[in-house]
């Protein structure tokens, strides 16, 4: 008699079971409360969920067979909650233009300036394009010894800034050629060779520039600071476009006798009263040196940045 009953009672537990799924499952949703849509190849559901202005939770709620919201497939047909309107994206911003044209040259050098005078050590920057980015840097003293040597990264495929320094030793002043140059692949050349004729001096340099950065973009008025220690506390700042002759030159106080202190000045974009006023980036170069009557321009060093005038720019936005 019992074992005649056990059918029964599986039968009644199971049937319970399923009452108590169906009601825990979410409900399918009416044509009423839908839109249908087809998934494309690429869709994600929080793209497709930011199209039509719902949260991805919400769509995921709206078609249940969704169980991970990363499997989705084209072609699939979801319900998307008529609650949910569909919404133009955001306009992304301006890729911002870079005035940096590659020039026809390999490798340019910016700094050191040529017939100027440098303390230890020299900052090199430049923009280059060579076999696997690679640029090499030498320092050669008045007889022709090589006292410092290092290599940089610059563009590779593209050109693009390299920035380093060279520390060297001189125990007198004299004449020295700084080459900058690539390693031909296909031989071991040196091949585009740049030489620049400096004086070097004992000692550490005076200057050291530190804003902006090589390369930075710079909005509105350009924020020019780093650390000196100089004659009578002296240090100039120039600034002028790569590709027009016009220039500023603005004076300012650093440190002097032994003391190592900061300068800083806010250098205004080219206006109306220039006769250069650009809506578009401009190219620039920005430079910082110790102004001395024996030696002339010391520790002079220039760097290239991207500049808008308008502050208020697209480009400029966060």
Not at 20 to 25: A, C, F, P, Q, R
Not at 118 to 136: A, C, D, K, Q, R
Not at 235 to 252: F, G
Request: one cysteine or more; glycine letters at 8%; a negative charge.
């Amino acid at each position: 008699m019992f074992t005649a009953q056990r059918p029964r009672t599986a039968l009644v537990w199971l049937l319970a079971l399923l009452i108590l799924l169906i009601g825990v499952l979410p409900a399918a949703a009416n044509d009423d409360d839908c839109r249908y849509y087809r998934v494309r190849p690429g869709d994600t559901l929080s793209a497709i969920a930011r199209r039509f202005g719902v949260s991805a939770k919400t769509l995921q709620q709206a078609n249940p067979t969704i169980r991970n919201r990363n499997l989705i497939y084209a072609g699939q047909r979801l319900c998307i909650p008529r609650a949910g309107a569909p919404v133009t994206p955001p306009t992304p911003p301006p890729t911002p233009a870079t005035p940096w044209t590659a020039p026809a040259a390999a490798i340019e050098v910016y700094s050191p300036v040529s017939f100027t005078t440098y303390h230890s050590p020299i900052e090199v920057i430049g923009y280059s394009l060579t076999f696997e980015g690679m640029v090499n840097i030498r320092l050669r003293d008045a007889a022709g010894e090589v006292i410092a040597e290092r290599y940089v990264m610059g563009g590779g495929v593209e050109h693009a800034f390299f920035h380093t320094y060279l520390r060297f030793e001189t125990q007198t002043e004299q004449a020295a050629l700084l080459e900058v140059f690539e390693i031909s692949a296909r031989d071991g050349a040196e091949i585009n060779k740049i030489e620049t004729r400096i004086t070097i001096l004992p000692g550490q340099r005076t200057v050291d520039l530190l804003r902006p950065g090589v390369g930075d973009v710079v909005c509105g008025a350009i924020e020019v600071s780093g650390y000196s220690d100089t004659f009578e506390a002296n240090v100039v700042i120039t600034a002028w476009p790569r590709d027009v002759a016009i220039s500023t030159e603005t004076p300012t106080m650093g440190g002097s006798i032994g003391l190592y202190r900061e300068f800083g000045e806010s250098i205004p974009p080219f206006g109306p009263d220039s006769g250069f006023a650009p809506s578009a980036p401009v190219a620039m170069f920005i430079s910082a040196y110790e102004g001395g009557a024996i030696h002339g321009s010391i520790d002079w060093t220039v760097l290239p940045i991207t500049s808008y005038a308008d502050a208020n720019h697209p480009a400029c936005r966060p």
